[in-house]
C-alpha cells in the first residue's frame, strides 16, 4: 500500500515569507507526528497528533510553527517568517495507534527540504 | 532527559561480515526501541521495532537486542552487503514526557565495500 507522502519535496524561500508543508499519512493511521533534521542538531520531535485529542506541541521550537491535522488524516506544518535557522528537512511520520507496543511502529515520509535564504 | 548515543560514528567494512552497531540510552523507563536506516536524501526506514517486554527481534539478516535495565541496544547485521550502506539510526519512545515522541541517536553511517 501507499506509505506516507510529502510535499514538496523540496521548498526553497527567502527569509521572512511563509511556508506550508503537507504531509499524508497512511490510510488507517491514526497517530501522526512531525520531525526535523538539521546538520547541527539531528532529528528532534515537533508535535504529534492522536485521533481528535488536543496535540503533543511540546517540540516545536517557536510561535512561529505551528500544525494542524484536518478529518483525522492531511496535516500541513506552517513556519512563519522563516529564518535561516529554520533550515532542515521536516518529516512526517505516521503509526497505527499510540500508547506504546507495535501499534506505535512509525513510519516516515521522504521528507520536505527546506531552504531559506 | 533521555540521551541516545550511537556508537560507532561511521563505520566502512567490506562486503561479507558481520556488524554490530551500538546504541545506549540514558533512561531505562521507555515504552519500545526502534531501528531505521536513512539512505541519502531519503527519509526513515523502519527495520525492526522491539518492546519494553522483549529482548531481541530479528528481520532476516538483522537481529536486534535489548536490554532495558543496562541502557542498550545492539544491531547485528550478517553477512553484509554494499545495499547495506546507510545511516542507521536508533530510537527509543519514552515513558514520561510524552512516551509517542521518538527520541533519536546520531545514527551510524555505514559503508560496505565490494
Known amino acids: 500500500g501507499a506509505g506516507v507522502s510529502q510535499s514538496p519535496s523540496n521548498k526553497v524561500t527567502e527569509k521572512g515569507k511563509d511556508v506550508e508543508l503537507r504531509c499524508d499519512p497512511i490510510?488507517?493511521?491514526?497517530?501522526l507526528y512531525w520531525y526535523r533534521q538539521s546538520l547541527g542538531q539531528g532529528l528532534e520531535f515537533l508535535i504529534y497528533?492522536?485521533?481528535?485529542?488536543?496535540?503533543?506541541k511540546s517540540g516545536l521550537p517557536s510561535d512561529r510553527f505551528s500544525a494542524e491535522r484536518t478529518g483525522g488524516s492531511v496535516s500541513t506544518l506552517t513556519i512563519q517568517r522563516t529564518q535561516q535557522e529554520d533550515s532542515a528537512v521536516y518529516l512526517c511520520?505516521?503509526?497505527f495507534g499510540a500508547g506504546g507496543g507495535i501499534n506505535n511502529e512509525q513510519f516516515f515520509g521522504p521528507g520536505t527540504r527546506l531552504t531559506v535564504l | 532527559k533521555q540521551e541516545v548515543t550511537q556508537i560507532p560514528a561511521a563505520l566502512s567494512v567490506p562486503e561479507g561480515e558481520n556488524l554490530v552497531l551500538n546504541c545506549s540510552f540514558t533512561?531505562?523507563?521507555?515504552?519500545?526501541l526502534q531501528w531505521f536506516r536513512q539512505d541519502p536524501g531519503k527519509g526513515l526506514t523502519s527495520l525492526l521495532l522491539?518492546?519494553?517486554?522483549?529482548r531481541e527481534q530479528t528481520s532476516g539478516r538483522l537481529n536486534a537486542s535489548l536490554d532495558k535495565s543496562s541502557g542498550r541496544s545492539t544491531l547485528y547485521i550478517a553477512a553484509s552487503q554494499p545495499g547495506d550502506s546507510a545511516t542507521y539510526l536508533c530510537?527509543?519512545?519514552?515513558?514520561?514526557?510524552?512516551?509517542?515522541?521518538?527520541?533519536f541517536g546520531a545514527g551510524t553511517r555505514l559503508a560496505v565495500h565490494p
Open positions: 511520520a505516521s503509526s
Open positions: 490510510s488507517g493511521h491514526t497517530a
Open positions: 497528533f492522536q485521533g481528535n485529542s488536543a496535540p503533543d
Open positions: 533512561d531505562s523507563a521507555i515504552y519500545n
Open positions: 522491539i518492546q519494553s517486554s522483549q
Open positions: 530510537a527509543v519512545s519514552p515513558l514520561s514526557g510524552g512516551y509517542n515522541k521518538l527520541i
